[in-house]
């Protein structure tokens, strides 16, 4: 087959992934009654292009030493890399059912050590770039080739630490640790008066403040799949000593009309209807 | 028994930082520009190599420090036991307690004797913030010989651990054959007639306690408990059966530190008149260490006091 084709073929899975990956978030916060919606939603199709095309993973074997790390410094979107992980077979897509339930492996905010597959614990906001610097520091010590994915949230970025991470990751030359920011404009409540509508983040100036820190900066729409997929496969790629913050633009709530764009569906319980129509959204929207 | 000789017990950690990290290939040291006040700065001369600054940042620190433990380093983070203690405290929580990550904190300058930098760089709430922190192994040294010690116990440990640090020089009390025991308290001195039960450096002043005491006719027992969690609660038991009367002393506050630990203790299993000397819910202040003990109430004579008041009450 002519690579083009082979390159379709694949964006077409992915998009068809990511839009499993949206249905499995929607039923498992409905069944569960709760659970946070908007990041999630917003996060899914990065997830899936990560697990299913540019990180070296393998699933039956979590704990593999060269193994490319993932750190869902946003915590709070579980659910989303937990539907990854399961369609990516790393568990059975049944034991969604069991999210927040007692005894489950998959906590409301991701335990590295209840469920194999997480290489980082985390749920406390602005936390999660930081192990990223030590596992990519550590890589270079050991002479390892594998890379550190570290997601944040826009919202997140607000806290000191990652910019004390940034500053260190600059200064150790980490050009093996790569982060992408959900940039959704929608934290959990935000700003009054901020933005247009009265609550967002407005961050006009964000690629300017991880330049001013030493990163390169690279922006993709981070719901176009097939500019998803050029840019985290190529993220790594840039200057000798540099780290690269990818800068996804998406959508909060992405997929379900309702929720789009909508800071009240951050986390919120869904009824039978919204349920349905969450649904039906998903499988009608052909997203990109 | 004190003897004549005297270490810093945060030279002693930079020393046994070398020493370790020529037998442990994995051992690293995360510094937030302190070192040549906890002494790290021993290890960067030594072997530059396995330190690593993280400048002034401390919460990122302990976190860049569970990145390196998932991958099978041993990372020492060294601060201040104020800043560890505090600032990084959510850090340590989330990246090394609840994930039992194999991270060991260093709290150098801890308690009030901090070299005349007051509250902001004393620390008498860390062994209670600490202990309450589920996973979490919390270890005062009494000495400079059971810094060594107990790091070198540490090293075989695999879990997160707080080593309680102080600054200045101390007279040895630690026999240097004694290997360390995570968990155990080791019996300074027998007596009769009073337990005294202690941590940390001021194990010394105990010591000197129960010779002031010894000097009036009361016969002390003192107990010193390097491991305030897990607690070695048979020991403390027994120390306190033996004589009736309890006096605790640390250079920490007595709500949450030694006296919390063997107050809940005694509490439970074998209630026991008691006194805590300690800090008293207040913060410190700059000053040379003599007129702090003093103030504070940290001196031998503090503690012999407290002493022979219990025995006189619980007589009456
Ligand atoms: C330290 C900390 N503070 C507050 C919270 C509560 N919280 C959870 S999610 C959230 C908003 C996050 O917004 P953002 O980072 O933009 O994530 P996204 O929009 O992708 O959900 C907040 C404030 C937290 N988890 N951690």
Excluded at chain 1, 28 to 47: C, K, N, Y
Excluded at chain 2, 131 to 154: F, H, K, Q, S, Y
């Amino acid at each position: 087959m002519a690579t083009v084709e082979v390159e379709n073929q694949q964006l077409q899975s992915l998009r068809d992934r990511a839009r499993d990956a949206r249905r499995l978030i929607v039923e498992t916060i409905f069944e569960a009654q709760a659970g946070h919606l908007g990041g999630p939603l917003s996060a899914a199709d990065m997830l899936v292009a990560l697990y299913f095309d540019v990180m070296r993973i393998d699933p039956q074997r979590p704990s593999w030493p060269d193994r490319d790390r993932f750190i869902l410094s946003k915590g709070h979107s579980s659910i989303g890399l937990y539907t990854v992980l399961a369609l990516r077979g790393f568990f059975p897509v049944a034991e969604l059912a069991t999210f927040d339930a007692i005894d489950s492996r998959l906590q409301g905010h991701p335990d590295m050590k209840a469920l194999p597959g997480l290489d980082m614990s985390t749920g406390s906001l602005g936390q999660g770039l930081s192990p990223g610097v030590g596992m990519a520091i550590g890589a270079k010590r050991r002479g390892l080739d594998f890379r550190t994915y570290v997601m944040l949230g826009d919202g997140e970025i607000q806290e000191g630490q990652v910019w004390e991470a940034a500053f260190v990751a600059a200064r150790y030359k980490l050009d093996n640790l790569v982060a992408i920011i959900d940039h959704n404009r929608l934290p959990q409540y935000s700003w009054p008066n901020a933005g247009g509508e009265g609550l967002t983040m407005h961050q006009p100036e964000i690629a300017a403040r991880w330049q001013a820190f030493g990163w390169r900066v690279l922006e993709v729409d981070g719901h176009d799949m097939a500019a998803v997929l050029q840019t985290l496969r190529h993220a790594h790629e840039g200057a000798p000593g540099t780290p690269t913050v990818v800068i996804a633009n998406t959508v909060k709530g992405k997929g379900v009309s309702f929720m789009e764009n909508h800071y009240a569906w951050h986390a919120k319980p869904l009824s039978q209807e919204q349920r349905d129509a969450a649904l039906a959204d998903i499988s009608a929207g052909g997203n990109s | 028994m004190i003897t004549s000789e005297t270490i810093a017990p945060r030279v002693a950690f930079g020393e046994t930082l070398v020493e370790l990290a020529d037998r442990y290939p994995d051992l690293l040291l995360l510094d937030g520009d302190l070192a040549n006040s906890t002494r790290a700065d021993i290890l960067n001369n030594a072997r530059p190599d396995r330190f690593l600054e993280m400048g002034i940042a401390e919460q990122n620190l302990v976190g860049v420090a569970a990145g390196l433990a998932t991958l099978g380093f041993v990372p020492w983070v060294s601060s201040f036991a104020a800043f560890i203690a505090s600032r990084d405290l959510d850090q340590v929580r989330v990246v090394v307690a609840q994930p039992r990550l194999n991270v060991k904190l260093a709290g150098g300058y801890s308690g009030i004797l901090t070299g005349s930098t007051g509250k902001t760089h004393q620390c008498v709430e860390d062994i209670a913030i600490f202990r309450a922190m589920p996973n979490m192994t919390v270890i005062a040294p009494a000495d400079g010989v059971e810094v060594r010690a107990a790091m070198t116990a540490l090293m075989e440990h695999d879990g997160p651990a707080y080593l309680r640090l102080t600054r200045d020089a101390s007279p040895v009390i630690t026999p240097r054959d004694r290997s360390f025991e995570i968990g155990r308290a080791y019996l300074l001195r027998e007596g009769s007639d009073v337990t005294l039960i202690s941590t940390g450096v001021q194990s010394v002043r105990t010591l000197e306690a129960a010779d002031l005491l010894a000097a009036e006719g009361i016969s002390a027992h003192v107990l010193h408990v390097p491991t305030l969690k897990p607690l070695d609660v048979d020991a403390i038991v027994a120390a306190a059966a033996r004589t009736g009367a309890v006096v605790t002393a640390e250079d920490h506050s007595i709500i949450g530190g030694l006296g919390g630990a063997v107050a809940e203790t005694l509490g439970e299993h074998r209630p026991t008149p008691l006194r805590r000397v300690g800090l008293r819910d207040v913060f410190g202040e700059s000053a040379p260490n003599a007129p702090l003990l003093e103030k504070y109430g940290l001196t031998p004579r503090h503690v012999a006091d407290a002493a022979r008041d219990l025995l006189a009450g619980s007589r009456a």
